[in-house]
């Protein structure tokens, strides 16, 4: 608000401008002392030059090395006061010497859990999987393994167990390491007192080349398991989630079912009761393609979707390049998909503008076997599976959809969202229990 008792000052005639005077030479700058630093000029101020673009570059910061080691001491776990303190207690640790002769013998396969020791829940995680391996035990030391399961694994039992260094095993192949804890985006695993191991902290050349079996039970990384495989030397089958899954499917996974042939039963049997060969590399047959949003854009989507969401009670935004639609399924559920405009490359609709509903499902890793991903699923509609590139270093499964624009009415085109996002929350309740991002 303006001061009233503000004064008004006179209006003053306006001076014509100054003759400007010619600038000064600036005055040559000292040279610097003897020992002293000198100033030197980038190459954009370099006298009769012009600065051009990317000539100034940030400059490069270098840790210390002090820091770089600070830094990967933390991950292994919180710090004691006293040195050789453990932050587990080893005598959890239970070694089961087989009970017979066989293919085993000589061999040793280790039950790691690395759950959180003071997180109630994770202990809970911890319980339900002890007893759904007991029968794994059974079979392993029945055919001359000996078992290994600690249920405070630390950083230190993980590195150990991958060079034939377990405690309690120090003599013995690791021929198969199971390890459940949480896992991270960037493919690494936490440990029972907090810390972690990530793929960079194995040493390739230190691990036992017996090892054929490595199962991670955590979430994400099986999206990473060709990187953990470069770690473990290249040799060892590498199994693990894409995405997080829940409790529940956790467990299905350590109980023996005749509906898959991915669980760890059909693992063991497969890769450690037999001498079959483990599978290398070599990539996948057809190389997955770009997903269809990459390549999208918004058109006149958000108009044509204004009946389609209040036709199936969704909630939607605008993105730059499509609408993300929340679609309400059965049970309360929601699902996210993506609907955008792309042209079509295929014959007989070539360049025509088709309207694209693309929803994520997650990694394809060695836990999902062709009946998961495509059983069932196989009755007339609008929506497919299909295979797309991803940031991790796995394809990534998608359901997509697609229709043709200017033909498409309301109802169409709320057949093809709801189908998709149907068919994708389908595949995410089979394959990791539900969606949990």
Do not use: N
Not at 134 to 141: G, S
Not at 229 to 256: C, H
Not at 276 to 286: F, Q, R, S
Request: overall charge negative; aromatic content about 6%; glycine content about 10%.
């Amino acid at each position: 608000m303006a001061d009233d008792k503000s004064e008004s000052k006179p209006e003053r005639t306006p001076k014509p401008p100054a003759e400007r005077k010619p600038r000064p030479a600036a005055p040559q700058k000292p040279e610097a002392p003897a020992g002293a630093a000198m100033q030197t000029t980038s190459p954009a101020e370099a006298p009769g030059r012009k600065p051009e673009a990317g000539d100034e570059k940030p400059p490069e910061v270098k840790l210390p090395e002090a820091w770089a080691k600070k830094d990967k001491e933390r991950r292994g776990g919180p710090k004691t006061w006293s040195a050789g303190t453990r932050t587990d207690d080893p005598t959890r640790r239970v070694v089961h010497p087989p009970a017979a002769d066989g293919i085993g013998t000589g061999k040793a396969f280790l039950f790691l859990f690395g759950f959180r020791i003071h997180s109630p829940r994770d202990q809970e995680f911890l319980e339900k999987e002890l007893k759904e391996i007991e029968d794994d035990i059974a079979m392993l030391r029945d055919a001359g393994y000996t078992v290994v399961v600690d249920p405070q694994a630390t950083r230190q039992d993980l590195l150990d167990a991958v060079t034939g260094q377990g405690e309690g095993v120090e003599k013995l192949v690791p021929a198969g390491i199971y390890w459940s804890a949480h896992g991270s985006e960037d493919g690494s695993v936490q440990t029972c007192d907090g810390g972690f191991v990530r793929p960079e902290d194995l040493e390739p050349e230190r691990v036992d080349p017996g090892l054929r079996l490595m199962v991670f039970a955590s979430c994400y990384v099986g999206s990473r398991s060709r990187t953990w495989r470069k770690a473990l030397g290249g040799r060892p089958m590498v199994v693990g989630w894409g995405r997080p899954v829940t409790i529940d499917r956790a467990v299905e996974f350590l109980q023996s079912r005749a509906d898959t042939e991915t669980d760890l039963d059909d693992l063991i049997r497969r890769y450690l009761l037999t001498d079959a060969p483990i599978p290398g590399e070599g990539g996948l047959a057809y190389a997955p393609v770009d997903d269809a949003a990459s390549r999208g854009r918004l058109g006149d989507v958000p108009e044509r979707l204004r009946t389609v969401v209040e036709m199936l009670g969704a909630k939607w935004r605008t993105e730059p390049h499509w609408v993300e639609v929340d679609v309400p399924l059965e049970d309360g559920r929601w699902e996210k998909a993506k609907v955008f405009v792309v042209e079509s490359s295929e014959p007989y609709c070539e360049g025509e503008p088709m309207l694209a509903v693309e929803s994520d499902v997650g990694e394809l890793t060695a836990v999902v076997d062709p009946p998961m991903l495509l059983s069932g699923f196989g009755g007339p509609g609008y929506a497919r599976v299909s295979l797309v590139k991803s940031g991790t270093d796995m394809p990534r499964i998608v359901v997509q959809g697609f229709l043709p624009i200017a033909r498409a009415r309301d109802q169409d085109l709320a057949a093809l969202v709801y189908q998709v996002a149907q068919l994708s929350d389908r595949l995410e309740q089979r394959i990791f229990g539900g969606d949990l991002r």
